[in-house]
Each structure stands twice: as structure tokens, then as C-alpha cells.
């Protein structure tokens, strides 16, 4: 982004010199995995991504009740309602256990509550819906944890809950048959960090247990892949083996809501990655709830027709360009509002117009900006609702927590939360937020910075260095695709293109070693260039002329001195 060429370049620390010679690779890579926080002996683990980190799914307190109260509704033929949410976490936390069940003979009903109207988590029109429609038994997947009212109002009216959810509890956790979340703090479960869709499936590798079907479960990783990276949890431990299978199974789906989608967003099943899913599959299958409701993309995951799913398809393309579309001009809006709070650490603007679909992207895009919280809010007469996005010195989950009283719901993580407050409370609430932004960051340097695994010349890259940062994917949250600095680059040659010219292409070279280089979204123009350049860069693998090349992708640069 633009914001990069006022950012701070920081080079992470060297790694000791016994960790480099006891790694036993060569130092780039050594350095690229000390940067990970690895430890010596976990280094042959995380390159092999070995299953090893995937846990018993009974270490989770109430797994045992949830399994025996599932059985005893399959047995007895109940109706069970599967509640979601309405992100790409959400669905496909609801499509993988549909399919799950329907594999042991139950029918289980699908709800995914509508972003504009109903908001996040359980709604109690929702649960009587459901009742009324015969479900005796509902299971929350990605939601529901913090719906303390919601749970006692199903189980009053002869509703039995099993909560399954990943974000953080309260202090009380709802009235349910079970309550299934990592972050419970009486959980034995070792890996905190899955995703909703990875509770889900840890649900369904308890309800297969020891049943001859339970290998059919790696047939669920595409989809349990694309709520993990989608939902931008951290892709180590459990994650990391969950994504590196579940990409496999992706590049290979039989799904062919996903094979038209992809075929419509330009990619390639077989050279699938988690960035293809960050940035072209996820969003498009965000952008339903976000600018109508997720049905869509719920069916695109699920049909088994070709013409649905080549509708649906081109139906989500439509409504991203129009996300796109949307999202640019409300940011350009609130940064004009913005102008005269940018010295401030909390960035909060409230209108009664900001669409709630977009409002959380505008959110994130100023963060990434101006490296400060952002919190963007749609007036409503009576009730508000919000979308926060952080940076990790300010935990937004904690501090909508602290000040629980004056909202009406709220969820989230640390860096990203939605709530919904009475109107008359909102100016109480900014005010509390801001007076704690101050407290907590007025000392830091809030600048955007750049984090740099290593100094590396072009010349680094030979050998099988390429191939070993390749058994570093799938990159993602907290193990991003490494970053590089190299000193003094010559520019043989620049031009721009793209729309209104504002991407740049560069030919580098650094003594003997000659490489394109690709500077997306720069704003410079090819005169502004000078002829020895620092660069801070990623190397990537790209198609040329149908042949796969190495290229850089320049994150930022400046004049060398």
C-alpha cells in the first residue's frame, strides 16, 4: 500500500550463532525460522508439517456431552439446526458439520443470520424460528460464546445448545448441554489459536471417532482451509497442519461451486495458496453478507448443480466488484472526515449512511495505514453498530470488555471486533475508549513499520534457497512469507502500468544476478526513480510467458546513500 513509503523499515535481530550452526541449514533459513519464535527442536516438525500437533478432540471440556447428546438426537431422529455465522469462518463452519451429520442420517437444518439485519451471534427471533420449525437441538458454530441471555431463553423454552466457538468467553460461559471453545480457560486442548471451522471439525472428529468414515473427514479440508486462513488465525501448530492438508485437498476439490469460482476469480486449481485465498477467494465469498446475505455463498459451497453453481459464481463476483467499489469510496470519505483527529491514537467516525457490510474493511484499511485503531460506526435511531480493527499494542477484544456495560453485544479478537450500543451510550463508550487508546499508546511511536527477517543480496538466492523458504508455506498469520532488505540495487530499466499507471516494473541487478521486480499500487512515477535503490522485497514465484519464473515484489524503497 501507499502507507509503506512512510514506514519504518526494522531488520529483526540476528539469531545467536549456536542457533545458526545447530539448525543445521543454511543461514537464511535459520534466521527465517528463529524469526518464527522455533525452537531448535521443533525445526524438522514444523518443515515437515507433521500431523503430530493434531490433538485428541476429547481434551476439549464437554466434548464427551456434546457427542452423546448428538447420538441420542440422531437415535431418536431429532431435528438439528446448525446456527453459523455469516463470514467465510462461519460457513464454512456450517457447511462442513451439514455435511458431517448427513453422513450419520441426519438432515440438520442451516442458519446463517443476516449481517444488515440481525448482526453477529445468536439472535432470539433466530432460535424461535428454528423451534418452530422442529429443531430440538442447536448447535452454534463460530458464535455464541458470549449469547449468555440467548442460551437460557432456547433452554427455557426446551432448546438444547452446544456452543462451539472460538473467540474468548466471559467470565461466565452460557447455559448449554455444552460449551466447546479453546479458550476456555479449564481446557486441556493445547492449541488455542483454530479457527470456528477448525472447532467444528475437531466436533466431527469426535462424532467419528473410531467409525470406518473418519478418514472421509480429510474431504472437509478444503473448506475447514478456507474459514482458517480467511479468519486470519495464526497458521502454526494445528492450523499449519490443517492448511498445508487442506490446500492439497483444495487444488483437487470435487466442489464445483469452488471450481467455478475460481475459474471466474482467474486462478488455477493446482496453484492454489493461502494468498489465492486471502485475497481472491475469501473476499468474494465475504462480499455476499457484506453487500446482501451469505446464502449465496453458502449454496456455492454446497450445490451439487453446475448451473447453480455458475450462477452463484458470477453472482459473488458481482457483488465483490461491488464491495470494491463501495469500500473505496467510504474510506475516501471518512479520511476526509478524519483529516483533523489524525494525531489522536483511536480513529472512531460514526454516520448514519456507512453501509454495516464495509464498514469493518474501511476499518482495517486505516490501520494498515496509519498503524492506529480504527473504529467505524453506523448510526442507527436507537442502536448503533460497530467495526474495530487494532494493532497488537491495543487488544480491542479487552477493551469492548471492559466497558461491557454500556453495549448491547460484542464479540471479536484482539485485532478485529464488532458491537452493537444503545445510541445513548455511544458518546460514553468513545470516550472511555479513547481516554484508554491514550493511556496505552500515547508513549509509542505509532508510525507503520515494516519488519525485515534479514539483510540478503540478490545473489542469496541460489541453490536450493527458494526451495527450502518453499517448505516454510502456507504462510499466513504469524508466519507471513519472509521479507528482505538489499542495499544499493541498480535500476536498469522501470515503466509503469495497470490502471492509471500506478503499479511499477523494475529491472534490477546487484552484481551478477539480474531479477524483475513488481511494486504494486507505488504511485511513482518511472522519472521518480534513481539509478541505485535499498529495497525491502519478497521473492515469489510467477507465471511468464506460461513458464514459472522467480520475481520480487517490492514492498517498499528508497535512494540509496
Known amino acids: 500500500m501507499e502507507s509503506y513509503y512512510q514506514a519504518r523499515w526494522e531488520v529483526l535481530p540476528t539469531a545467536p550463532t549456536e542457533y545458526l550452526d545447530a539448525a543445521n541449514l543454511p543461514p537464511p533459513i535459520a534466521q527465517l525460522l528463529y524469526n518464527r519464535g522455533l525452537k531448535l527442536g521443533e525445526i524438522e516438525t514444523f518443515l515437515a508439517a507433521d500431523p503430530s500437533p493434531v490433538d485428541n478432540p476429547f481434551l476439549f471440556p464437554d466434548m464427551s456431552q456434546a457427542v452423546n447428546r448428538i447420538y441420542q438426537a440422531l437415535l431418536s431422529g431429532e431435528k438439528i439446526a446448525i446456527y453459523g455465522d455469516f463470514d467465510v469462518d462461519g460457513i464454512t463452519s456450517t457447511a462442513i458439520l451439514v455435511e458431517g451429520l448427513s453422513w ?8 446463517i443470520p443476516d449481517r444488515l439485519k440481525e448482526g453477529h ?3 432470539w427471533p433466530a432460535i424461535e424460528k428454528l423451534h418452530s420449525q422442529g429443531a430440538k437441538l442447536i448447535i452454534t458454530v463460530d458464535c455464541g460464546i458470549t449469547n449468555l441471555t440467548e442460551a437460557k431463553q432456547a433452554r427455557e423454552i426446551g432448546v438444547d445448545m452446544i456452543i462451539t466457538d472460538h473467540h474468548m468467553p466471559l467470565k461466565m460461559l452460557p447455559q448449554a448441554i455444552a460449551v466447546i471453545d479453546p479458550k476456555r480457560k479449564d481446557s486441556s486442548y493445547p492449541f488455542h489459536d483454530l479457527a470456528g471451522v477448525g472447532v467444528a471439525f475437531k466436533l466431527l472428529q469426535a462424532l467419528f471417532h473410531k467409525d470406518s468414515r473418519e478418514k472421509s473427514l480429510t474431504g472437509l479440508l478444503d473448506l475447514v482451509t478456507l474459514g482458517t486462513v480467511t479468519d486470519m488465525v495464526p497458521i502454526v501448530g494445528e492450523n499449519r497442519y490443517l492448511v498445508k492438508e487442506g490446500l492439497r485437498v483444495l487444488n483437487s476439490t470435487p466442489r464445483i461451486g469452488l471450481q467455478e469460482l475460481t475459474k ?3 486462478l488455477e486449481l493446482g496453484k492454489l495458496d493461502t494468498e489465492s485465498i486471502s485475497w481472491v477467494l475469501g473476499p468474494r465469498l465475504n462480499a455476499a453478507s457484506r453487500m446482501d446475505n451469505a446464502s449465496a455463498s453458502y449454496r456455492l459451497l454446497t450445490t451439487n448443480s453446475l448451473q447453480e453453481a455458475h450462477h452463484l459464481a458470477a453472482r ?3 457483488k465483490n466488484a461491488e464491495r470494491q467499489r463501495l469500500t473505496s469510496e467510504i474510506l475516501n470519505k471518512v479520511k476526509g472526515k478524519l483529516a483533523t483527529k489524525i494525531h489522536l491514537p483511536l480513529l472512531t467516525e460514526s454516520e448514519e449512511g456507512y453501509p454495516v457490510g464495509v464498514i469493518g474493511l474501511v476499518a482495517g ?3 494498515d495505514e496509519l498503524c492506529k485503531p480504527a473504529i467505524i460506526i453506523n448510526l ?6 460497530g467495526s474495530a480493527r487494532s494493532i497488537p499494542e491495543f487488544n480491542i477484544a479487552d477493551a469492548l470488555e471492559k466497558y461491557r456495560d454500556l453495549l448491547i453485544t460484542f464479540g471479536g479478537h484482539p485485532l478485529a471486533a464488532g458491537f452493537t450500543v444503545a445510541r445513548q451510550n455511544l458518546p460514553a463508550l468513545e470516550e472511555k475508549l479513547m481516554s484508554l487508546a491514550e493511556n496505552q499508546l500515547s508513549h509509542l511511536d505509532l508510525r507503520p513499520k515494516l519488519a525485515i527477517d534479514a539483510e540478503a543480496p540478490l545473489s542469496t538466492f541460489t541453490g536450493n534457497i527458494i526451495s527450502l523458504i518453499q517448505q516454510l508455506e502456507p504462510f499466513g498469520q504469524s508466519n507471513p512469507q519472509p521479507t528482505f532488505l538489499a542495499h544499493r540495487v541498480k535500476v536498469v530499466d522501470s515503466r509503469n502500468f495497470g490502471n492509471q499507471n500506478k503499479h511499477l516494473e523494475l529491472k534490477l541487478k546487484q552484481g551478477d544476478v539480474t531479477w524483475r521486480a513488481v511494486s504494486f499500487n507505488s504511485q511513482k512515477a518511472q522519472s521518480e ?6 529495497i525491502v522485497y519478497k521473492v515469489k514465484k510467477s507465471f511468464w510467458a506460461g513458464e514459472e519464473v522467480l520475481d520480487l515484489n517490492l514492498l517498499d524503497f528508497a535512494p540509496s546513500e
Open 365 to 367: 484499511k486505516l490501520v
Open 380 to 385: 442507527g435511531p436507537e442502536v448503533c453498530r
Open 121 to 123: 451471534g445468536l439472535v
Open 264 to 266: 471466474l476469480a482467474k
Open 529 to 534: 526513480i534513481p539509478s541505485y535503490i535499498d
Open 316 to 318: 459473488l463476483e458481482g
Open 104 to 111: 450419520l442420517g441426519s438432515k440438520a437444518i442451516p442458519y
